[in-house]
């Protein structure tokens, strides 16, 4: 029987990683070790309970006696806190789902790497904060990384049984968001509740604001670099409103190798469930006649400058991800905060990436997990500042 864990499961990709596993067979076709959320304790045991997994854990101490009543008499252990969900990843399992949001997911998905199994990685923050040292882990302890990003797995796809030496440029497409069409004037003004409001996808509150901003999008251009290796200037945005191309690869021939799919999470989560074959995944079909058309325009890096500071982070490399991620986490903390407008969050990030990049700490190479995780609570610092600055300046 084939054992699972996921982090991050009562999470969007959770939830839909829980229901695939569910109507594969639940408890009676996998063997689920670790289930981990946070401060969603109802539907962690519910869970917990229904896979009946052998430990569930909370990010938040605070959580803990609510997570033991809620499994009383299950059988099922339970434990709280980073370094909890730590150990939980030190339990080995065939197949790993990292789908904690933010920087969080970095510690777990190394570890869960070291026992060479299977990580489907949602969490695109581990590659853009520690890239290399994780695509090194993964190789060093013979695991399968695999990407459950849509478009990353739309690359991944469209790439099954060609040379990379032939691919000349890969181009990773974007909704455009809410605000596509959006004056910089109009985006002044952009609230909570507008950015929340993905017009294609339904994913956490978090990812569906850095859609909005296209913070998301630079994250997966970096993302991209990372996972597959093309060097900067090979990669691509393309803008196309309907979400239904995820990815195209255009080959030294001149062709272009498209992957189209529904705005379904499932279809990228059951790829990575199944590989290295394909199985059945209960996503709708694509009606391409009554889709009709396929639109595609150029992004706007001046309403959207996070893409033009992606570029500068897959140039630098080093340890400028990890500032990046964490600038970014700060600035959209403080958006959603209230304190901070949505323009705004792109000139923290920036302004923290130029101070840190004067102390020349950005370029170093990460040799070690240690060497991120401080550049992620010097970045956190500095944005901080940044921050007062910005509300000092208004
Ligand atoms: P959600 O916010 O919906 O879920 C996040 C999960 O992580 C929840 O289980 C949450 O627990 C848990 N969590 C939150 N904070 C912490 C923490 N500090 N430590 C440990 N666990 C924590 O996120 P998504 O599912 O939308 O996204 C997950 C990851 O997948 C992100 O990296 C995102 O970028 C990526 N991704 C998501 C897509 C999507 O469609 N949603 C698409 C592509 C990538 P709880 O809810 O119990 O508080
Ligand atoms: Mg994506």
Sequence with gaps: MRSISIFGVTGSIGENTFDLIMRGGGPAAYRTVALTGARNIKRLAEMARALDAEI????????LPDLRDALAGS???????????????????????????????????????????????????????AGPLLMATAAKYG????????EHSAVFQALLGEEKAAVERVIITA??????????????????????AHPNWSMGQRISIDSA???????????????????????????????????????????????????????AIGFALH???????PVERLNLARIAALNFEAPDETRFPALRLARDVMETRGLS????????????????????????????VE????????????????????????????????????????????
């Design 143 to 150: 695991a399968t990384l695999l990407p459950v990003d849509s």
């Design 275 to 281: 590989w290295p074959r394909r199985g059945p995944v």
């Design 351 to 394: 302004d923290t990436l130029s101070r840190l990049s004067r102390q020349n700490s950005l370029q170093i190479a990460a040799t070690a997990l240690e060497d991120v995780l401080g550049m992620d609570h010097l970045a956190r610092k500095t944005a901080a500042e940044a921050v007062k600055t910005w509300q000092q300046g208004r």
């Design 213 to 267: 901003s296209m913070f998301n999008k630079a994250l997966e251009l970096i993302e991209t670099r990372e996972f597959f290796d093309f060097a900067p200037n090979q990669i691509e945005v393309i803008v196309h409103p309907q979400s239904i191309i995820h990815a195209l690869i255009g080959f030294c021939d001149g062709g272009i190798m498209a992957h189209l799919g529904p705005a379904d999470m499932r279809h």
């Design 56 to 63: 569930a854990v909370t990010a938040h101490e605070e959580c």
């Design 75 to 129: 059988g099922i252990a339970c434990a709280a806190g980073q370094g909890a969900i730590a150990e939980a990843a030190d339990r080995p399992a065939d197949w790993v789902m990292s789908a904690i949001v933010g920087a969080a997911g970095l510690v777990p998905g190394m570890q869960a790497l070291r026992h060479g199994g299977t990580l489907a990685l949602a969490n695109k923050e581990s590659l853009v904060t």
């Design 321 to 348: 991800g990890a500032a990046f991620n964490a600038a970014k986490e700060i600035a959209l903390d403080h958006f959603i905060g209230g304190n901070l407008p949505f323009l705004a969050m792109a000139e923290v």
């Design 175 to 196: 909704s455009g968001g809410p605000f596509r069409n959006f004056t910089l004037d109009q985006m002044r003004a952009i609230t909570l509740a507008q950015a929340v």
